[in-house]
């Protein structure tokens, strides 16, 4: 089969053929239609950590192939989504497991098509669990730092969907795709000071913040933007959580497989959102396969608006 591999330290993904995985007792050979990008794609490749050779890619949608002997949820022939971080999902096959929450899968409805279904999980999961952990709920100010990326699209929707305040913080030229997710106000980071402006317009502090893209340094200027008791997320590991601590602010650095959310029922939680029109997926761009290399460099220089996806055919 064709898959984008890494085979050596500073490989940045290689097309080429490479045998066909085979699944076992409990896990299923799903044929690939679609993966998404996600900015951990591209992380775990540069950080050296993954065992060598391995197949770039997590989140992916496709048909079941065939499902191991003790395989009792799927069948073939059904389009099922999910992630496939041990196997990969750059691939024409990949294999998933029937049941593991740090993997979890899931039917494809009819009404919700394969790019869709592959753009979801990494990032739909990361921005539900956040928007737990903080709380969000009708009446809650949520500033939402890196609006517009892959999470930030989702996390917008979502607590647009709870009824809570949400200010997004992204790039001038994303303020038309925020406000229209779900942003009641804007901050463009490029053309003003984010402190002065979130001061100004809520002196009392906001409640919680959704931060996507600050270092550890910058992290820590969001404790003078947030009320006592307020409550910070960090999906980059960014927060130093006793620093906050010591200022009456709960942090987290949220590791969303570690998450409830990382599960079947997350999951199917996004589809209902989908399904009855309380989201969407937001894809910028649709690239072949053989391209995923170059959707990874796209990602890390950190200007897409929203979802990559990768097309198998």
């Given at each position: 089969?064709?898959?984008?591999?890494?085979?050596?330290?500073?490989?940045?993904?290689?097309?080429?053929?490479?045998?066909?995985?085979?699944?076992?007792?409990?896990?299923?050979?799903?044929?690939?239609?679609?993966?998404?990008?996600?900015?951990?794609?591209?992380?775990?490749?540069?950080?050296?950590?993954?065992?060598?050779?391995?197949?770039?890619?997590?989140?992916?949608?496709?048909?079941?192939?065939?499902?191991?002997?003790?395989?009792?949820?799927?069948?073939?022939?059904?389009?099922?989504?999910?992630?496939?971080?041990?196997?990969?999902?750059?691939?024409?096959?990949?294999?998933?497991?029937?049941?593991?929450?740090?993997?979890?899968?899931?039917?494809?409805?009819?009404?919700?098509?394969?790019?869709?279904?592959?753009?979801?999980?990494?990032?739909?999961?990361?921005a539900l669990a956040a928007i737990e952990w903080l709380r969000v709920e009708k009446g809650t100010t949520l500033l939402v730092v890196g609006a517009t990326?892959?999470?930030?699209?989702?996390?917008?929707?979502?607590?647009?969907?709870?009824?809570?305040?949400?200010?997004?913080?992204?790039?001038?030229?994303?303020?038309?795709?925020?406000?229209?997710?779900?942003?009641?106000?804007?901050?463009?980071?490029?053309?003003?000071?984010?402190?002065?402006?979130?001061?100004?317009?809520?002196?009392?502090?906001?409640?919680?913040?959704?931060?996507?893209?600050?270092?550890?340094?910058?992290?820590?200027?969001?404790?003078?933007?947030?009320?006592?008791?307020?409550?910070?997320?960090?999906?980059?590991?960014?927060?130093?959580v006793d620093w906050f601590a010591q200022r009456n602010i709960a942090a987290v650095n949220l590791v969303m497989a570690q998450t409830p959310q990382s599960?079947?029922?997350?999951?199917?939680?996004?589809?209902?959102?989908?399904?009855?029109?309380?989201?969407?997926?937001?894809?910028?761009?649709?690239?072949?396969?053989?391209?995923?290399?170059?959707?990874?460099?796209?990602?890390?220089?950190?200007?897409?608006?929203?979802?990559?996806?990768?097309?198998?055919?």
């Amino acid at each position: 089969m064709k898959a984008v591999i890494v085979e050596h330290r500073g490989d940045e993904g290689t097309f080429k053929d490479v045998p066909r995985p085979e699944p076992g007792e409990h896990e299923i050979l799903v044929r690939v239609i679609a993966a998404s990008v996600n900015p951990i794609d591209w992380k775990v490749r540069d950080r050296g950590e993954h065992t060598l050779p391995f197949v770039l890619g997590q989140d992916f949608a496709g048909v079941v192939s065939e499902p191991g002997a003790r395989v009792s949820k799927y069948r073939e022939g059904e389009r099922i989504f999910g992630i496939a971080r041990t196997h990969g999902a750059f691939a024409e096959y990949t294999v998933a497991s029937e049941d593991d929450p740090e993997e979890p899968i899931a039917k494809i409805p009819d009404d919700v098509g394969d790019a869709d279904a592959a753009s979801l999980p990494t990032a739909g999961l990361t921005a539900l669990a956040a928007i737990e952990w903080l709380r969000v709920e009708k009446g809650t100010t949520l500033l939402v730092v890196g609006a517009t990326g892959g999470v930030g699209t989702f996390a917008l929707q979502i607590a647009r969907d709870r009824s809570a305040r949400v200010i997004g913080v992204a790039g001038s030229t994303s303020e038309g795709l925020a406000r229209e997710l779900g942003a009641d106000e804007f901050v463009a980071y490029d053309k003003e000071d984010l402190a002065a402006a979130i001061k100004a317009a809520h002196p009392g502090g906001v409640d919680a913040v959704l931060d996507l893209v600050s270092s550890g340094d910058a992290i820590k200027g969001m404790a003078d933007l947030v009320h006592a008791d307020g409550r910070i997320v960090s999906t980059i590991g960014s927060a130093d959580v006793d620093w906050f601590a010591q200022r009456n602010i709960a942090a987290v650095n949220l590791v969303m497989a570690q998450t409830p959310q990382s599960s079947h029922a997350g999951l199917r939680t996004l589809l209902e959102l989908l399904e009855q029109q309380r989201m969407r997926v937001i894809i910028v761009d649709e690239r072949p396969l053989a391209e995923a290399a170059e959707a990874l460099a796209e990602s890390k220089r950190g200007s897409v608006n929203g979802k990559i996806v990768i097309t198998v055919d």
